[in-house]
Structure formats: structure tokens, C-alpha cells
């Protein structure tokens, strides 16, 4: 905002609700008074046209009647209006006004009035043209060189250029390939037109090539000739600004030179004659209006430019010499000479505030007093800042700060029903032929303070959909409680990677800090899978052991009995809806545990609700040492699988939307040649343009509707890579026996994202994440721990790093290295096992090596666990008896 405003000298409001554009301000003495002061016309889209010769007593003063010379309606939209030699015979200045269909030249003239009444003014109509085409803008000049009168070249909205050699009709040419109509301006020196066309390019045209063109049929009629039949004309010179154009003008220091500045949407472009840059500027607001004019300093040009910050910026060439507030954003300028004050600058808003005004300051009258000098008292001092203390502390115990309170302002619960809902609430599903049921969770809001706009999100894990999962709450009183019901249930065929949900409020506290509440609920299993017959045979298999007895299936899961087969306590079969089969076995003779299927992903929901029904189990019991571990091999191989799979359907993803937008290119410029080829007015053939504009329209739905398939696939994917992932982290958390603390470490690491996209997916994240722990509470030296990552993720060229990198992790966590955010973790961890760490390798030999003796450790155990396992191992291998 600038320091100083615009000294208002004189200011109006132009009727009611009437529009105003850059065209409807015009400064001149159109009465042709001979005492070089100007008028003001304007112009508006109502159609009224109004001449002002302001006389204000004081400064500041509004408008007062006698400063309206005349108002007339001229009931069509006024789109500009100027004053130049437009009458022949003479070369007194006329007024021009030009409507979207016909143009007007009218002579301003006074009457000295008698007594009072003071003087009158009328216009009298010179001559008219009616337009057969809709009118966008105008300029003139004296084209071709002409001495003692002006001409008027009118630019249609489809591109014409129509030239009025006063009271006659010259000639009409369209502009080459014009789309929209731009600025227009006429340069006496060069004799040429200047616009900025809809590619955003400054193109010029001389007056004679626009004259000396001829027409495509000399035998057309006359009124044929003024639609505007003829050839294309050849441009002058262009110049591309990348930008849309707002205004253009000329300005000329003399016979020998002048600029051509073109306001751009955020850029100030000066150029020369022939269209070479003389210089530019980049403006920091985006700008209404402008008006260059000669400077005072030689070589050197000032521009007026009007901004959407009501704010008047002067600026010579490139630099910015003043800034002054406006009242209004104004959209036309204007530099004039009233009641003997030259330099007034008008400017003119959409909505009709007219001001006239300068720029400078007024001097300030204002004298600080003089400050009484005393001598400081510590003592009342030190009083006084113990006294802001205590305020100070007092406030913040108010609670305004945010602190931790014994008692929230909101209570979130979360009650899960036990049974399916009567009426299955699922819709839209695509699992085939099984029945879907749904399930009722209902979640409980108790405020303790008047809270509004609670806003509720609930949250699951897809496959799995919510009926609603948005609510807002109004709390007008304390101690109030409000419940809402919502049902969940499966609508795909694949498993969803957890069956825990979260319900989240977020509330604004009355002292205006904002909260935000959460309460995670568990989804019971019976609503993903349903009981089955077990299976003898399975692709992939685990085994959990605990150091308790096993414990009758039936007993951990009552609602999956199979009623055919009730004696077999220590086997349960499970199925997916969707199709999936898991088997669950306890042995007879050891603590051990199996679970089996066909899917890898598919163990991870039934062997995470195994350890946590066994752990609710013995607690019930008050068994408090009860504890899982896992001695098997880690199943990197099949995870690795499912992480191919995954990153290849992303990269089919990638080559899927590039061939895509090939497609849609060439589809426009298939287009692009056909519509060429229809607004051509001599007809062509098209070429079979037509059948390849049909096959690449097939081409594009049928890419669209890969794209669209690959993006479910990749949906699904995610899905089993995450509870692959959770797999992963549990067995190594059994098999290390990691801490919380660490496992969420290893959470953090391997599932970062709750979505998967091209811009930023799972494989470049976890990959940084990996190497990062690698390289710190991981790291074998302090060599290691100097980071060298990538500053910004990209999507790699495979998954072979990654897949090293996280044989390499659990080779590190297998020789005693321990997971740690502490500040500790950076130094180099004391390994238990003997034989030392292997170090992070920089080069593919060294990650070759590596991996080598990743697969030797993990087979060692592997042999190591089948001599010491003894008969238990192969007493699992089949469904016990």
C-alpha cells in the first residue's frame, strides 16, 4: 500500500449501475474553445454520453450542476469514444462514438447562455456508418500519410478491419488467422495497424498492404465487398509476449522516433518501429489500465499504470519513480489540462467513479511535543514487571496456550455392534454372488463446554466403505451428548490390509485454539470372511511358536465353527468374500501354530487376529508372561513378489497416460486440420481426415478405459502390498522380539503413504526411509552416517536397490543392530553376534556380496530351526487329526 493518496481534485459518481470500460474516457477540447483546456467525455454501456468541464470552488469538492455540460442517451451501448479531424472540409476536432453496430460523428458546440443560466451545448449528428459486423474497438489517424484530417479503422469481433475515409466507406480485410479481436493502435510513423492477436503475439500490418489488397472476386457487389471478401494479408513483423494483451500505445518523442508499449497481464513491454524489445518490465500486481507519455528527462518515457490494488504506479522506462493510492480500481486514464492545471490525471472505475486528481503530499503541521526528561525509578520499575508477570502467567493459565487438561473438552466413543445389521446396507458391491453384509457403528459425542461446527470423519481401509463418514455437531450447552449411526461393509473382492478404523473430531476450543480428537475402533472378522472347510495343501505357510499350550480353536473363534466338522478343534478354515481360502491349525503336541494359504498377502488378517485373540485370552486367565516368536525363514522372496507386481503396474501406469496424451494431441490437430478445413471458403477434400479424427477417438476411449482398469489393479495392489507389509513387520517383530517403540520405527518406515500415486509412490518413499535408518541408528561406522540422499523422490528405474536395501536392514537387525530415534542413534552400534556388521555397500559388487550373505544367514536358520524343531515341524505339515 502506498504512503501517499491521490490528492482528489474533483470527483463524481456517473449515474446508476452503468458500465465503464478503458474506451469510454476520452480528453480533448471538443467544443473547439481555442483556450487549450479539455473536456471530459464519457461513454457508457448504457448508452449515455456525458461532457463535464469541472469547476471546483475548493479542492476536494464533489460535482457541482453547471460542471455537466451535456448528457445524452443514445440508446445503444457507447464501446468508445474519440475526438479527432473526422469532417471533411474542415479541421475542427470532432467527437466520434462508435456502438456495436453503427458509427457516429457528431459537432459539440456552445451557446453563450443569458444571466443564470449560463451556457448551452448541443451535438449535432455529421454523418453515421452502419456496421455489418459487431464493432469491438477503434483507432485512427491520418492513414497513408494524409494531411489535415483523420480516418477511423474499426476492428470487428471476428477479426475485420473495416477503413472509413471520413464520411465514406474505404475498404474491409480481414486480419490473417484472427480468433479474438486485441487492442488496436495506429502508428504515424510507420503508417501501420498494431494489435495483439489471440496467440498472444504483437503483429503489425502497413496501411498500404491493407489498402493495395485485392479482393478474391472483383466481380462482388459493393455491399459483398463490405462483408469483407478478400485475401489473406501478410504481416509486417511479430513479436510473441507470451501473454494476453490489455492495451497498446504508441507514443512518439518526434519525427525520427518513437516506442510502442503494449500492457501485458504481468508485464510491460516497450518495443521499437520495427518490433525488437527496447525493454520490459514485470509488474507486481496485476494491472487495469495504463497511459505512457513523454518524459520531462530525454530518452526516457513515464507510464501511468493503474493496478486491482487501487493503487497509481509512475514509472520511468523500468523504474518506479511514485506510487499513490486511488479510491477505486480504474480501468481508463487519462492525462489533461483543467481550469489552467496541466498534469491533472482522470481516471475513470467499472462502475463510474470519475476523479480528477495530482500527486504530492500535503505538509505535515504536526511538532512532537517536547518529552519531559526524569529520572528513571528501578524500584516502581521492578514492581511494575513482577505485576506483568503475574498477568501474564494468569493468562496462560486461562488456557489460552495450549496445555495438557486432566479432562478433554469432547468425549469421542466408538461402539462396534456385535451382530450384522438385519437389512445388509451395502451397495453397489462387486463380489460376485456372495451376500454382504453390513455391520452398525455407532459413535457417541459428549461435550463439556459449548462447542460449534464439531466436525466428525470417520475412516476405514478400503475395500471397506462407510455409508456416511461426515458429520457436524452443534453444541449450544454443556453436558450434552449426541450419537450418530453409520454402516460398514466390503463392496471389492480383495481384503482390506486392517480392519481397524478411527473416528476423528476436530473442534475450535472458545478461546480459539483448534483441537482435534481421535478414537480407533476395531472391525470384527466375521465381516470380511466367512467360515470354510479347511485345506490340506497351500502355497505359502508360517508358523508362530508361543510358550504356552495351544488353545482350542473353537474357544478363540466362536463364530467360525464349521458344523460338518465339530470335532476337529485344532483346525479352522477361513474364506474371504471374494474367494480366499486360509487355514488356521493348532498342533496337538507342541505350542506351536500354522497358518496357510494360497495367498500370501491373505495370512496377515488371520495370524494378526490370532496373537491378539490369544493375548485377550491369557489375560483373561491372568497369565501375564504369555509371549509369540517366530524361528522360521523371513518370506522376503514372496514379498519382493508382491513389491514387482506393484511398482510394474505403476510404470504401466506411466506408459498408459503418456500414450494417452499423444492421443489427445493428435486428436486436436486432427481437429484443428478439420475445422481449417471447414471455414475454408473454398471447399476442400478432407483426405480421410474424418475416418483417422473416428479411429483416433476409439483409440482415446479405448486408452481411457485401460488407464482407468490399471488404476483399480494398482488400488488393489497397494491393498495386498500393505498387509504384506504388516506381515513383514510382525514376523520380524517376533523374530527380533522388537519393542513397540522399534516396531513403530519399522511402521514409519514401510508404510508412510495411506495413498499411492505416480507423483509420489511407495517404492521411492520406502526406499528413502530404509536407506535412511541404514545410514543412521543402523550404520556399522561413522562413515556411513554421513547422508547423501536425494533431496527430492522420484519414481526408479526398478525395485532392486529397494529389495537389497531391505535384505540388508534385516540382515543388520539378525547381527544385533537395534531400531532408535534418540540422539544416541547415530552412533555406531555394538553388535551382539560375532563376525560384524556388513557395510552399507556403494557399488553393485559390493551389494551382490551382500546379498550373498543375507541368503546364507537366512538359510543357516532355516537349517538350524529343522534339526532342532525335531518331529514337531513335519507333525504340521498336514491338517492334524
Not at 448541443?122 to 459487431?134: A, D, K, S, V
Not at 471389492?492 to 483448534?514: F, K, Q, W
Not at 535408518?773 to 554421513?786: F, P
Amino acid at each position: 500500500m502506498s504512503l501517499f493518496k491521490a490528492r482528489d481534485w474533483w470527483s463524481t459518481v456517473l449515474g446508476e449501475k452503468e458500465e465503464f470500460d478503458q474506451g469510454c474516457l476520452c480528453l480533448a477540447d471538443v467544443d473547439n474553445s481555442g483556450n487549450g483546456q479539455d473536456k471530459i467525455i464519457v461513454g457508457s454501456f448504457m448508452g449515455y454520453l456525458r461532457i463535464f468541464n469541472p469547476h471546483p470552488v475548493k479542492m476536494g469538492d464533489g460535482a457541482q450542476p453547471e460542471d455537466l455540460l451535456l448528457e445524452v442517451h443514445l440508446r445503444e451501448p457507447i464501446l468508445q469514444v474519440e475526438v479527432g479531424k473526422f469532417v471533411s472540409g474542415t479541421e475542427m476536432l470532432h467527437l466520434a462514438v462508435l456502438h456495436t453496430r453503427k458509427l457516429c460523428v457528431y459537432a459539440v458546440s456552445g451557446t453563450l447562455g443569458n444571466v443564470e443560466h449560463g451556457n448551452q451545448y448541443q451535438i449535432t449528428l455529421m454523418y453515421e456508418h452502419h456496421l455489418q459486423r459487431t464493432a469491438c474497438n477503434m483507432t485512427y489517424g491520418p492513414f497513408g500519410g494524409v494531411k489535415g484530417r483523420d480516418l477511423i479503422c474499426i476492428q470487428s469481433v471476428d477479426g475485420m478491419l473495416m477503413v472509413f475515409e471520413q464520411e465514406s466507406f474505404a475498404f474491409g480485410r480481414f486480419l490473417p488467422g484472427s480468433l479474438l479481436p486485441g487492442p488496436l493502435v495506429y502508428s504515424p510513423r510507420t503508417d501501420s495497424f498494431i494489435t495483439v492477436s489471440s496467440c498472444r503475439q504483437v503483429e503489425s500490418y502497413k496501411y498500404q498492404v491493407l489498402a493495395f489488397a485485392t479482393d478474391a472476386d472483383k466481380r462482388q457487389e459493393t455491399d459483398q465487398q463490405k462483408l469483407g471478401s478478400g485475401k489473406r494479408l501478410i504481416v509486417d513483423w511479430t513479436l510473441n509476449i507470451g501473454e494476453q494483451a490489455l492495451d497498446i500505445c504508441v507514443v512518439s518523442f518526434g519525427p525520427s522516433a518513437s516506442s510502442l508499449f503494449v500492457l501485458g497481464e504481468r508485464n510491460l513491454f516497450c518495443l521499437k518501429d520495427n518490433g525488437q524489445i527496447r525493454f520490459m518490465k514485470k509488474l507486481d500486481c496485476s494491472p487495469s489500465c495504463f497511459l505512457p507519455y513523454c518524459s520531462v528527462s530525454e530518452g526516457t518515457i513515464n507510464t501511468l499504470i493503474g493496478n486491482h490494488n487501487s493503487m497509481l504506479q509512475i514509472y520511468q522506462d523500468v523504474t518506479l519513480k511514485w506510487a499513490t493510492q486511488l479510491p477505486h480500481v480504474p480501468v481508463a486514464v487519462r492525462v489533461g489540462s483543467l481550469h489552467d492545471l496541466k498534469g491533472l490525471v482522470v481516471t475513470l472505475s467499472d462502475e463510474g467513479h470519475l476523479q480528477c486528481s495530482y500527486l504530492g503530499t500535503d505538509p505535515s503541521l504536526f511538532q512532537a511535543p517536547v518529552i519531559e526528561s526524569r529520572e528513571l525509578n528501578y524500584d516502581e520499575l521492578d514492581v511494575e514487571l513482577k505485576e506483568l508477570q503475574k498477568i501474564i502467567k494468569d493468562f496462560k493459565c486461562q488456557g489460552v496456550w495450549p496445555t495438557t487438561e486432566k479432562e478433554d473438552d469432547l468425549e469421542v466413543s466408538v461402539t462396534v455392534s456385535p451382530n450384522f445389521d438385519s437389512v445388509s446396507q451395502a451397495t453397489d458391491v462387486e463380489l460376485g454372488t456372495d451376500l454382504v453384509p453390513s455391520i452398525t457403528v455407532k459413535v457417541t459425542l459428549q461435550n463439556r463446554v459449548v462447542l460449534h461446527k464439531a466436525k466428525l470423519s470417520v475412516y476405514v481401509q478400503p475395500p471397506l466403505v462407510l455409508t456416511c463418514d461426515q458429520f457436524t455437531f452443534e453444541f449450544m450447552e454443556p453436558q450434552m451428548s449426541s450419537t450418530v449411526a453409520l454402516s460398514v461393509y466390503l463392496r471389492r473382492s480383495y481384503t482390506p490390509s486392517e480392519l481397524e478404523g478411527n473416528a476423528i473430531v476436530s473442534y475450535t476450543r472458545p478461546t480459539g485454539i483448534p483441537r482435534v480428537i481421535q478414537c480407533k475402533f476395531r472391525l470384527p472378522l466375521k465381516l470380511v470372511c466367512l467360515p470354510d472347510q479347511p485345506s490340506k495343501t497351500a502355497s505359502h505357510k508360517l508358523t508362530i511358536d508361543t510358550n504356552k499350550s495351544t488353545v482350542n480353536l473353537l474357544s478363540l473363534f466362536p463364530g467360525f465353527a464349521n458344523q460338518s466338522e465339530d470335532d476337529q478343534v485344532n483346525v479352522l478354515g477361513f474364506r474371504f468374500l471374494g474367494g480366499s481360502r486360509v487355514t488356521l491349525l493348532a498342533s496337538k503336541t507342541s505350542q506351536r501354530y500354522r497358518i496357510q494359504s494360497e495367498q500370501f498377502e491373505d495370512l496377515w488378517l488371520i495370524t494378526s487376529e490370532l496373537i491378539l485373540r490369544l493375548q485377550e485370552h491369557f489375560e483373561k486367565q491372568g497369565t501375564k508372561d504369555f509371549a509369540c516368536s517366530f524361528s522360521g525363514s523371513l518370506p522376503l522372496q514372496e514379498y519382493f513378489e508382491l513389491i514387482d507386481h506393484h511398482f510394474e503396474l505403476r510404470i504401466n501406469g506411466e506408459k498408459l497416460e503418456e500414450l494417452l496424451s499423444e492421443r489427445a494431441v493428435q486428436f486436436r490437430a486432427i481437429q484443428r486440420r478439420l475445422l481449417t478445413r471447414f471455414k475454408d471458403k473454398t471447399p476442400a477434400p478432407l483426405q480421410h481426415l474424418d475416418t483417422l479424427l473416428d479411429g483416433t477417438y476409439k483409440q482415446v476411449i479405448a486408452l481411457a478405459d485401460t488407464v482407468e482398469e490399471n488404476q483399480d489393479n494398482l488400488l488393489q495392489s497397494f491393498a495386498r502390498l500393505k498387509s504384506a507389509t504388516h506381515l513383514v513387520i510382525l514376523l520380524i517383530g517376533l523374530w527380533q522380539k522388537l519393542s513397540a517403540e522399534q516396531i513403530a520405527i519399522l511402521e514409519a518406515a514401510f508404510l508412510p503413504l495411506q495413498e499411492d500415486t505416480q507423483e509420489l509412490g511407495w517404492e521411492e518413499t520406502v526406499d528413502a526411509a530404509v536407506a535412511h535408518l541404514l545410514k543412521t541408528c543402523l550404520s556399522k561406522s561413522s562413515k556411513e552416517q554421513a547422508l547423501n540422499l536425494s533431496s527430492q523422490l522420484s519414481i526408479p528405474k526398478d525395485t532392486s536397490r529397494l529389495k537389497k536395501r531391505i535384505t540388508l536392514l534385516c540382515d543388520r537387525l539378525a547381527k544385533g543392530g537395534r531400531l532408535c530415534l534418540s540422539t544416541d542413534a547415530a552412533a555406531p552400534q555394538t553388535m551382539v553376534m560375532p563376525g560384524g556388521c556388513t557395510p552399507i555397500p556403494e557399488s553393485d559388487q559390493e551389494e551382490k556380496s551382500v546379498e550373498q550373505d543375507s541368503t546364507e544367514l537366512f538359510t543357516n536358520h532355516r537349517l538350524l530351526l529343522e534339526k532342532t524343531a525335531g518331529p514337531e515341524v513335519s507333525a504340521l505339515q498336514g491338517v492334524s487329526e
